[in-house]
DNA sequence: CAGTGGTCTAGACCACTGG
DNA sequence: CAGTGGTCTAGACCACTGC
């Protein structure tokens, strides 16, 4: 229990509201309002959950309520959330602390703050740079001189998973999975082969033509069409040479390594939600990484 | 148009700010003309470079202050800054200004906060990862389970730089750098082949002998010895095939894909201080990157 | 103009560390 | 026990956005 009345001295302190973070029990936070005050019809996602650990500041418990609503799709990609002052007045506790709630959601690209506007939900969709978790660069000229990429859908059908695949995605072995294959090429010359696995029962209904059809970012498409949200993702990269149908797809000879590229995306509460397999050619292009 | 305060200080040496906001009524307004003390040594860089004018906001002022104070070496690797409370005092802004700045350093790990202890200088040497830059995990195991690296110098030599070499490090060409080259083995079998290059003039007086002695990080090496931090790095990855040398020093045959990370790092001020150029073998072991 | 996020302050209390 | 960073609150004002 996070509310505790816990006053001994009570001069002239408020805070009647003393949160004290005791490891006692785990219950969630927030909504019960102390006394008769509030009685707020309380938030129902909010009492319902209680398998948050320990203790926590206030503000991360915030910030996992916000992560709740945003899962919940309560608010939608792009859309703006509550003001800090309705959130705070919300969950019962001061600007600033729903303020640091979303400052680690922001640093965390799951919101971004707009001065003047407000704060909004992330997107794939409205990225500046289009493709969010690409890291493939031209050797030569900035982003934008290739112009946006062509996009080849090669295939798309409906298979069972595999061991390898079903373990990436936390499935069950022989579950329906998804798999798309699909040729990125920037200044008409094919320079990335991707394979992807999605699990099937959240993305029933997708086709190698609405693939087509789509523009933009795929993971925007899955936001919009699918509700699966990819919040961040992990990358093995090695070195590899490519199969004859590899070279063929990518018009390149068997002397010419390419980077393997493996992604693991994950959406809310590190649910890993799509397996791909990528070929990138790096005689024209780089893999650019930072390291702070 | 904002009204500012040059405030300088009486009492502590401390660097003028900007105060671009102006809130406090205690404050007498000094009038926009440089009061009494116009004649402030212009040790601060805020006060003398108008060349980055742009109003920033208090506690980036403060961020820059102790950036340069890191930079001068007025506090040394893994010593502690002076509390929160000291360096208020010392800009004359509030303890939660500092903490903002002192914030945004931590998280970019220049500063490493430890509760009940300080604020201490973060480096390369004490980091429970070893090697803070290094992305490359074994297939199998984790990263203990190959127990430490083992280092060999092959070589270390002084040259002239070439113009790629001068543009990375921005010198001029043909200036003195020096150059080492490295293998790192793991459980044995001879991984990473690195060359890389560092200014001559900060590294004077580095010899192979001296790096085979040290034990640890070569960037701790570089903070203690030389006084070169290394804050950040990029890297640009491509895949590529070795070479004869390359094949001998790694023992891969001509086959073999390898990974070609060329890495810039920087010391503060996005100022370049080394160039290193790494081949790594991707069959036993894989890159790591997260995607935020 | 009102509403939003952004900055700054002041003060209280908490949890942790070490002498 | 004193000192440190960590959390939380309350209130003020600033800068930006859009009606």
Redesign the pocket.
């Known amino acids: 229990m996070i509310h505790q009345i ?1 006053e001994t ?1 009570s001069r002239l ?3 009647p ?6 490891m006692n029990t785990a219950s969630t936070p927030i909504s019960e309002s102390m006394g008769p005050a509030g009685a707020e019809p309380g938030g129902s996602a909010i009492a319902a959950s209680n398998s948050t650990p320990a203790f926590s ?5 915030i910030k996992v309520l916000i992560l709740q609503s945003l899962q919940a799709g309560e608010w939608k990609p792009s859309a ?7 959130l705070a007045a919300r969950f ?6 729903v ?2 709630a ?1 400052d680690e959601l922001a640093a965390e690209n799951l919101l971004v ?7 909004f939900v992330a997107t794939h969709a409205e990225q500046q740079v289009q493709y969010r978790f690409l890291r493939l660069y031209p050797d030569n000229g900035d982003l934008q001189s290739e112009g946006p990429a062509q996009r080849q859908i090669i295939d798309c059908k409906r298979v069972r998973a595999s061991s390898d695949i079903a373990r990436a995605l936390a499935i069950r072995q022989g579950e329906a999975v998804l798999q798309v294959r699909r040729v990125l090429s920037f200044a008409a010359t094919p320079t990335i082969l991707e394979d992807l696995w999605l699990p099937g029962a959240q993305f029933k209904g997708l086709t190698a033509e609405r693939l087509r059809a789509h523009q933009g970012p795929m993971y925007a498409l899955f936001e919009t069409e699918f509700g699966a949200r990819m919040v961040r993702a992990d990358e093995k990269i090695r070195a590899v040479l490519p199969d004859a149908e590899q070279r063929a797809l990518l018009g390149v000879n068997g002397q010419t390594p390419l980077l393997s590229v493996e992604r693991t995306a994950f959406t809310y509460n590190d649910a890993p939600m799509e397996l791909r397999r990528g070929l990138y050619r790096t005689d024209t292009h780089y893999y650019r990484n930072a390291l702070n």
Chains 1, 2 share one sequence.
Request: hydrophobic share 30%; charged share 25%; net charge positive.
């Open positions: 816990f001295d302190t408020s805070h509201v003393f949160r004290a973070h005791l500041p206030l503000y991360q418990q703006a959330i509550p003001s800090e002052m309705d019962k506790v001061s600007q600033g602390t303020r640091k979303i703050r707009r001065q003047g506007k407000g704060t």
